[in-house]
């Protein structure tokens, strides 16, 4: 039996894929297998660079826009959604569609439409730029204003304090977000909240779990991609919480030896949009390098599965060969 070098990993419980991740990158995967390459993907079907580039070599295509699918073909929506505009654009494109949206961000979009339609001014906390921030505000974009952390509260503007209500992206900080409703709350007294707290139970459970684990970590690895916001968040939370350093990390081979240097104790977790072989690696890195004693922390169970996007059951090639055959019959017919 080896001595225990006083190196240790506290790995965070729960980490990695979420069930909307999970849902997602199963419907791209099922689709290949039903309908045979190509399958288009507008964006990034999750934010996660290793599994965008297993999902390529599988035959997937990831477009930006819908107007990149050629006609007859099958594109599906990523897991962040899509505002109405992009569903509308793929049936004028002739194309059949998946929507892989997460459940938990359709929830969001519905809260939109019925706060703007009861004519509501919507203060939609998330960063700018973001794929599900633009999808839920094109849902009802004359009645919501995005507000990008408690920096933007001063300069919100709205017709009637007393008809305001704030939704969020799934993915922040709920700390950070609690401070922004905090503002917002202090400039607006009579401020909603939605019916049921925005940011998934997923993102809440791995930052609870990065909490636990920061105060007594040197150093906290977060595996996930630079453009995964809830990925991003963890390294954010992991410092706030005591972590004296954290990075972010695609993969092992991005890790410097140099951040282990007085270092006795690692926390590893991963983002929501993460498989666990990345993870895996990591422990085997750290392993080689004297840190082999690794101890859970876990903050939350989960149990949560959703269904495969029911598009998955019908003919969507025979759909989408319908389609340019109308396009075709209503061309003759103009022509005639």
Request: hydrophobic share 40%; aromatic share 6%; proline share 4%.
């Amino acid at each position: 039996m080896t001595a225990s070098t006083g190196r240790r990993v506290l790995l965070a419980a729960p980490r990695g894929y979420c069930a909307g991740v999970d849902r997602a990158v199963i419907a791209v995967e099922k689709a290949l297998e039903q309908y045979g390459a190509p399958i288009y993907v507008r964006h990034e079907i999750v934010h996660n660079k290793y599994v965008v580039q297993t999902l390529e070599k599988k035959g997937a295509i990831f477009v930006e826009q819908t107007e990149e699918v050629p006609p007859g073909n099958i594109v599906m929506f990523s897991a962040h959604g899509v505002a109405p505009v992009v569903h509308e654009e793929a049936e004028q494109g002739k194309l059949a569609t998946i929507d892989a949206t997460c459940p938990l961000v359709t929830k969001v979009h519905k809260e939109a439409v019925r706060f703007a339609g009861e004519d509501y001014d919507i203060l939609l906390i998330g960063h700018e730029g973001h794929e599900e921030v633009i999808g839920t505000s094109g849902e009802a974009p004359d009645h919501i204003q995005l507000v990008d952390g408690p920096g933007d509260v001063a300069k919100v503007e709205v017709r009637d304090p007393s008809r305001v209500v704030w939704l969020s992206q799934t993915t922040l900080s709920v700390d950070e977000t609690m401070e922004t409703v905090d503002a917002l709350k202090e400039k607006f007294p009579q401020l909603i909240s939605p019916p049921s707290d925005d940011i998934c139970y997923a993102t809440q459970n791995r930052q609870l779990a990065v909490k636990q684990m920061g105060a007594e970590a040197d150093l906290v690895i977060v595996v996930g991609s630079r453009n995964s916001s809830n990925s991003k968040r963890l390294v954010e939370v992991a410092k706030l919480a005591g972590a004296r350093e954290a990075f972010l990390v695609d993969f092992a081979e991005e890790i410097d030896e140099d951040w282990l240097e007085g270092v006795s104790t690692v926390g590893v977790t991963s983002g929501a949009s993460v498989p666990e072989v990345l993870v895996e690696q990591v422990l085997e890195w750290l392993s080689q390098r004297g840190f082999e004693d690794v101890e859970i922390v876990k903050a939350a169970e989960e149990s949560i599965t959703f269904s495969l996007p029911k598009e998955l059951r019908r003919d969507l090639r025979e759909e989408a060969a319908a389609m340019i055959a109308q396009r075709t019959e209503a061309g003759d017919s103009a022509e005639g």
